[in-house]
Each structure stands twice: as structure tokens, then as C-alpha cells.
């Protein structure tokens, strides 16, 4: 018996210390930008700036969006789209492979649930929270004051959680909820305006998606790749994609622009109108004088990559034209057969996850490797290798014309020094393109309270806090082993803090690929020069992994909250902002009678301070 308790035991601190390691993990799937029309505002999660929406750019927990006069914006999670009308101020509060929390504090917006699985999708409002509880097609109005709130289905089911009860909402139903305690309004759903038939033309075109037979409609940007290119069938890649109307000096990750997304660091923004699954899944091949995009097999759910490449060079990096004292660094994409290995922080197991895709790799081992010893295939391709000067890379500038192609002598003996890049990233890096006129919204619409169902995760750290820490001069490369559950806890009882990782751990992995995988004989090239970046560029960067800290409550009433340092009953959220960031972080809450959920106030304005 007692050999059986100590098994018992060891068996529970191994799951749970692997388990708290998995949640180290980024999430599988972001939120892309699909359509902008108008003035559309962005504001990361780690930096206090607005600056405009970008085409294709990832966001992810704790990205601002709004929607000026007359604009209007599209979202995509996978197969699921989330559109807003103009005036709309939206926030993502939560993002992970199980949670979809918005925050919708003016404005309207339309959601197009394809499909639901065991996530939690939940959009939180002034008056309450509305959580959507079916597949289907649903649309969210909030007031222009936030007194009052409207969620319509046309096909689904909902339930609205405010002033201390639950109403479901029935297709072809609306039902209007305010603050003042009064009993939600339930009448008939009014006909469709030119706003829904707006985002049912755009459901109608990705339903009868051509590509989907090819990939999982859970691939994140499927939708843009029939109006922009062909299927064929390859013989050693199976179906693959070829993009129509490029330049002709087109290579894959040229045109566009790099950015620092946390918690994933160096993250590829495409400037074409279909460029993010091919740049974010599968991997790129030259055959018969053209690339081509291989998917690999079709997954369920695949797992979303910054940008799938391999970097060379360094701040000693030079090609032909020469960039002075200022270095350079160059990339090329990886090839099928090739694995991806995250330069952020992951467990083993995602690292697997993350390569599930990839054409022909069928065995994905975690060990210490070098990667120049790897035969990477696009290096010897001409003009495969793209090179910019480092002020050009980290200032989020556009790519395509401050191009170098590098030949293939050049590029052949180039030093291949990883997936990540060793340009330190700056504010410009996080904002992508920097624009002065800028609209920002009104500070009483980004200040307002909304009402939350689901305890939201804390916010990534500032991106000020990353470039604070110190890093060690060579990059961290051992695989991430767990400790222990007391050690790392899953879900904590105390209210929610600051959750910051340590230190940046990447793992390595050793792929082994069929025969018929192995790199092609190259020709004839320069002997081959590794040149290596100094000690002081190849420190680690700053990241940030997300840790699942959500607990779910019903919601039985709402209140301001006041000081508390006890673990928290069921309660109603009450999100919010705080004053400026230069004031000391808090979380208020008042202890209510016994036998009383408690709600707790939590900031939503500033990225510094973590509700």
C-alpha cells in the first residue's frame, strides 16, 4: 500500500510539473489581421504607443484594435472570423489553444463561430458578458456611452451573464442588457443591415473555399490563398500551393518586414494580401524554376511559427555590397524536411508540435545538435538568401527594395547561426511602422469597465521590462526539464500577479528524414567560411511565454471592487483601466458579506501594470 501511495505521488508530481511546463508554451494560434478599411488603430500589449493596423500582422493577449469613422476590420482565428464596424474599441484579453476572451468596449461586432471544439469563446461588454456557446453567426453592439448592449444570433445559441443572472439568447433573438439592474429586453432579431451582409459575402467565400481540401480550415489565413494562386499536385511533396503574380526576383519572406511579437520575438509580416499561412505553416521548395508552398499533412489544429527560416550572418555579416560597421543579417526559408527549432522559450513537446506539419519528417528527437552541420537546401538555391543591414531589420522597415539578393558562392558558405535572428530588437521593432497620425480612441472608451465571465491571464511584461533584464553572452540551448509541481504551480490560488519567465531556453532537435529527403547535390561553391557574430550579438533575447491562470465563475453580481488579499470565490470581473503608468500597480477589491462572490477591478490601459 504504501509503495502504491509513493507511486501515486511521484506519477502526480511528474504530471503536474510537466503540465506546468506545457503552459510555458506560446500559444498555438494567434489572431491575424485579415482587412483593414479606413483608419484602424493598433496598440501592442507590451508598449504603450498606438500606431496603424498592418495587414497580415499576428495578435495576440493584450493587442488593441480601433476602428475610426467610417473603417472597419476583420480578425481571423483559424476558422473563426471577428469583424468590426467603425467607432469599435476592442481589445483581446485572452488567446491561447483553449480561450477566446474580447474585450468590446463601444462599437459592434460581428463573429462567425465555424468552429467551437472545447474552447470558451467569450466577448465582455460594459453591461455584461456574453459567452457563445454554439457554432454560428452573432453580433455584439455596444453604445457609443456603454450604458447598453445588444447581442443578436442569427445561427447559434448564447448565453448573457449580467446583473446577477444568466439569459439565453435563441437564434433569430436579441436581447438588450444595460447596467441599471433592469431585466434584459428579449424581442425578435431585426432584419440584416448592410453591415451583416458585409460579413455573410465574406463567410459565403471562405465556405466555398477551394483550399480547404488541401489544408485544415484551422490554418489561420487558408482563406486568401484561392483568389491568389493554384494547387498542383508535386511528386515528392504531395499538394502544393504556387503564388500568382510575383515579381520576378520573388522569394519567399522578401516583401514584408520583420517585427517583435512577443512572447515568439522576430515575427515576418508579409505585404502580400495572402501572405501568412505560407509564411507562418508548412515550408517553402524550388522545383522546375519555381517555389512552391507545401502545408504537409492537413492537422486539426496546426501550430502557428513566427516565421519559418533559417538566419545567417551576424553584425559581421557582409555580402558584396558591404553595409560598414553596422552589419547585416540574411535568411532564407526553410525547406520540407527541414525542422523548425523556436528561438523563444518552448517545451519539447511543442517543438514537435510545431514541426507536425512539416512534409517528411517523421522523427523529431530532442538533442544537442549544431546547426551548421545541417544541409540546408534554399541556401544553395540562387536567390533564396535575403540580406538587409541590421537598422533596416530591426527598424521594422519595409524589405522588398532595401533587398541585397545574395549569390550563391556567397550564400552557400555563409555561417548559419539558427531560427532566431541576433539583431536586439527596439520600441520600433514592437510597433512595426510608426505613423504620427495616428488615431487614437477616445480615453474614456479605452478607461471603460467591462463585465467578465472568465478571469482574464495576466498581461505580457513591458517591452521595457524585457530590454531591463540582463542576458547572458551566449544563447541558452539546453532543453527546459521540469522540476517540480511545487515548484511551478498550474493555477494559483492567490489573485493574479505578474507572471514573468526567467530566463530564455530554446530546445534543440536532431531531425531524421527519408532517404529520398536528403539535400540535393549542390554545385560547385567557394569553400565554405563560417563568419560569427561577436559574443555581445548572439546574447539571448527577451521573451515572454503566457501562463494559464483562468478560472471560471458564474457571475451573480456586479460590483466595484475593494483591498483583499485572500484567494478569491466565485466572482464577477470587473475589467478595467487605471491611471497612468507611472502610478503603482493595485488590485482593489472590498471583502463582501459571507457567502458573496467578490469582484475585482483590472487594468486595461497600461501594458506596465498587470491587473
Known sequence: MRTTRL???TLALLLGATVSLHAQDPSARVARASYLQGEVSFRPATVDDWTSATLNYPLTTGDHLWTDTASRAEL????????????????????????????????????????LDDDDI???????????????????????????????????????????????????????FTADGASPDVRAAAPMDEYDEWAAARDRSVDESASAQYVSRDMTGYQDLDANGSWDNDPDYGHVWIPAHVASNWAPYRYGHWAWVSPWGWTWIDDAPWGFAPFHY????????????????????????????????????????????????AWFPLAPGEVYRPSYRASDRYVRNVNVTNVHVTNINVTNVNVTNIQYRNQRVAGAVTAVPNDAFAGSRSIGRRAAVVPVNEASSAHVIG???????????????????????????????????NTPPPRPATFDSHTAQPTSS??????TRPTSHADQPTRPAAPITDSRPTAPVRPNVNVHAP?????????????????????????????????????????????????SA??????????????????????????????????????????????
Open 282 to 329: 508548412g515550408r517553402w521548395a524550388y522545383v522546375r524554376d519555381r517555389w512552391v508552398w507545401a502545408p504537409g499533412i492537413i492537422e486539426r489544429r496546426p501550430v502557428y511559427a513566427p516565421a519559418l527560416v533559417a538566419f545567417v550572418g551576424g553584425s559581421h555579416f557582409t555580402v558584396s555590397a558591404g553595409w560598414g560597421a553596422g552589419g547585416g543579417t
Open 419 to 453: 531560427d532566431g535572428a541576433t539583431v536586439a530588437p527596439t520600441r520600433q521593432s514592437v510597433l512595426g511602422r510608426r505613423n504620427t497620425t495616428t488615431v487614437r480612441p477616445p480615453e474614456q472608451v479605452i478607461t471603460r469597465q467591462v463585465v467578465s465571465k
Open 7 to 9: 507511486l501515486t505521488g
Open 474 to 479: 551566449t544563447p541558452r540551448v539546453e532543453v
Open 515 to 563: 532517404l529520398n529527403e536528403q539535400p540535393h547535390p549542390a554545385a560547385k561553391t567557394a569553400p565554405r567560411t563560417e563568419v560569427n557574430s561577436p559574443a555581445s550579438m548572439r546574447s539571448s533575447e527577451p521573451r515572454t511565454a503566457p501562463v494559464d491562470t483562468r478560472r471560471t465563475a458564474p457571475v451573480t453580481h456586479t460590483t466595484h471592487a475593494a483591498p
Open 122 to 176: 467569450e466577448i465582455d461588454t460594459p453591461t455584461g458578458a456574453v459567452s457563445l456557446i454554439r457554432t454560428g453567426t452573432y453580433r455584439i453592439d455596444v453604445s457609443e456611452d456603454g450604458a447598453t448592449s445588444t447581442v443578436t444570433v442569427r445561427v447559434g445559441g448564447a448565453e448573457v451573464t449580467t446583473n446577477g443572472s444568466t439569459v439565453t439568447v435563441d437564434p433569430q433573438t436579441t436581447v438588450l
Open 76 to 115: 481571423q482565428v483559424g476558422s473563426n472570423a471577428i469583424r468590426l464596424g467603425p467607432l469599435s474599441a476592442f481589445e483581446i484579453l485572452a488567446l491561447d489553444d483553449n480561450h477566446v476572451q474580447i474585450r468590446l468596449s463601444q462599437g459592434e461586432a460581428l463573429v462567425r463561430v465555424r468552429s
Open 566 to 611: 485572500q484567494p478569491r470565490e466565485p466572482e464577477t470581473k470587473v475589467r478595467t483601466q487605471h491611471q497612468p503608468e507611472s502610478q503603482p500597480q493595485t488590485e482593489q477589491r472590498r471583502t463582501a458579506p459571507e457567502q458573496q462572490p467578490k469582484a475585482s477591478t483590472h487594468d486595461s490601459s497600461s501594458p506596465s501594470h498587470r491587473g
